[in-house]
Each structure stands twice: as C-alpha cells, then as structure tokens.
C-alpha cells in the first residue's frame, strides 16, 4: 500500500502544487479499518472537484502501467508509394558492393542510380548452387559424358559441373540433368506417331508409341567374339501389349545362341523389318562379310534389298 501511494506521489508532485497538503496527508499510513476514527476517515474523504480530477489522471496512470513523459509520440500519416526499384547487394558479407536501379514509365527502360563500390570480389564458396544453372544447360553440357558412359554417376556429373562453372548443382537438379540425357538418346532408337483427334486434328506435345529398338552393352560386345552369322525371326505378342517382338541371334565358339538385339514393332511389315535391320546393321553389326538367314518371308525380302536400311 505505502509503495503504491508513493508511486502516486512522485507521479503527480510536478504537475498538482495546488494540493500539495492533500498529498501529505494522504501519503500516511492508515491504521487498520477497525481503528479507523469516523471524523478522521470524513476528513480525508472530503475532497474538492480539482483534487478529485487529480486522483483521475493518476488512475488512468496506474491502469494504463506508464507514464506521462513514456507516452509515444503519435507518427505522422504515411503515404504508400509503388516504386519499381531495385538494390542488389553481394551475398558476401565482406563485400560493401551496392548497386541501386529503378524501372523509368518515361522511356520505359531500366536505369542505374548508383554502384558504389565497384565489385571486385570473388565468390569463395564454390558449395552453393545457382539459379541460371538449369538441369536443361547440365543436359546440354554432360551430353558427351553420357555418351561415353551412359551408367555416370550423380556424383561424378557434380563434379563436373563444379569444375567447369565454378558452382555444385543440387542432387536433383544433376540426377534430372542425366535423365533428360538418357531421355534424348533413346529418342534416336524409338520412333512415335503423333496423336490425332477424331476431327483429324492433332494434339500438339503427345506422341504415341510406334516402334522401339536395343540392345544390351554385353551382347553388342560380345557379339566380336561370335560367328560372322545372325539369324533373325518374330513372334507375337499376346495379353495386355499387342504388336510383334524381333529378334536376331548368334552363335558363339561352342554354338550356343547368343542373343544380340531387339525390337517391338507394330508387325512383320517393310516398315517394322527396315526399321529393325537399319539399326542392327548402325550400332551393333557394321562389319562386312556377314551371314544373314532368315526364313522366305516377302516384307524382310523387300527391306533388306531396300539401300537404304543398309
């Protein structure tokens, strides 16, 4: 109780001299309700209108916890302004570069307001990743990678990259880089047909499935080891799939069949038979001097005597 009425003594000491001796008074300490005397208890309850706006200003003080002089000062209305600017600030904290450019309605154009220092300094932290190093410039740039070891690695695409642009892509970024890779390169032993709408209209970025040919890395190295012999046939397909698989085997030292490639083709058709030789005799039999047997069948006839599968 004695704290509190102090408090209110030193809030009010300076602004109220007209009731300095209500103060006094009020700043005793009373005796206990039961002691109180009823004259004396009237005396103090007694206060004129001044005294009692006094008492007002000094609870709303209390209630409110502050201070007269801790009242904030009430800011002045704000306008909010739209401005296209720009500041660009080095990422190194040892750097003051600070360049400050603003977009002009006039001319309709970018303009420098100030670069201040010059940047000289050089990026340290070869760790981080970078925004214009897309997966589509990784693709382009591991294209010759990929061709020499389709199978690299994440790790050794990295590394790569860090080398030749002084940055590390993300994990992601590199694995979705060497997917495209692989994506672009099979796109040579596959072939599609565009997908047509039943008004004759084409559907613009969906391709259908036509045709595909591979071979695994095994057999086209071991095939050097086998007999100048291949012999090719077709089977169909049945369930769920449909179309016609193509197949060309060999034989090793010990005549065993060796197989070498395959195909899924849309049938034992020129097409479907061209499309398979083409590739066989590209990638994986370019020798001469070879021995092709296959059973009298017209639509093979007619694509090995076409040059162009040659």
């Keep these: 109780m004695n704290s509190i009425l102090h408090r209110i003594w030193y809030c009010v000491k300076d602004r109220v001299s007209e009731s300095n001796f209500f103060l006094e008074q009020s700043m005793q300490v009373f005796p206990a309700k039961d002691d109180v005397d009823p004259e004396a208890e009237a005396k103090v309850n007694v206060v004129d209108e001044e005294e009692e706006e006094t008492e ?3 609870d709303h003080m ?9 009242q904030p000062t009430p800011l002045p209305p704000m306008k909010r302004t739209v401005s296209r600017s720009y500041v660009i600030e080095c990422r190194n904290i040892l750097c003051n570069f600070r360049l400050v450019a603003s977009h002009k309605k006039k001319s309709d154009s970018w303009e420098i307001a100030s670069i201040d220092p010059p940047h000289s300094c050089i990026a340290t932290n070869v760790e981080q990743d970078h925004g214009k190093l897309s997966a589509a410039l990784i693709c382009q740039d ?31 970024k590199a694995w979705i880089a060497r997917t495209k890779v692989v994506e672009q390169e099979l796109l040579q032993f596959m072939e599609t047909l565009p997908a047509i709408m039943p008004d004759g209209t084409c559907v613009a970025g969906n391709r259908i499935f036509h045709r595909l040919f591979w071979a695994f890395d095994p057999c086209i190295k071991g095939f050097a080891f086998c007999k100048p012999i291949i012999q090719i046939d077709g089977t169909w397909l049945y369930e769920k799939y449909k179309g016609t698989l193509l197949i060309a085997v060999a034989q090793d030292g010990n005549n065993n069949v060796f197989p070498i490639v395959f195909a899924l083709v849309e049938g034992e058709t020129v097409g479907g ?26 639509a093979i006839e007619s694509a090995y005597n076409n040059h162009g599968n040659e």
């Design 62 to 70: 209390l209630n409110n916890n502050i201070e007269d002089d801790d």
């Design 142 to 172: 591991i294209l010759p990678l990929i061709n020499k070891e389709p199978s690299v690695k994440v790790s050794i695409i990295k590394s790569h990259i860090r080398t030749r642009y002084n940055y590390t892509p993300s994990y992601k």
């Design 273 to 298: 038979w061209g499309f398979f030789l083409r590739h066989l005799r590209t990638y994986v039999a370019p020798q001469a001097n070879l021995c092709l047997i296959f059973y009298r069948h017209a």
């Design 56 to 58: 007002t200003q000094v």
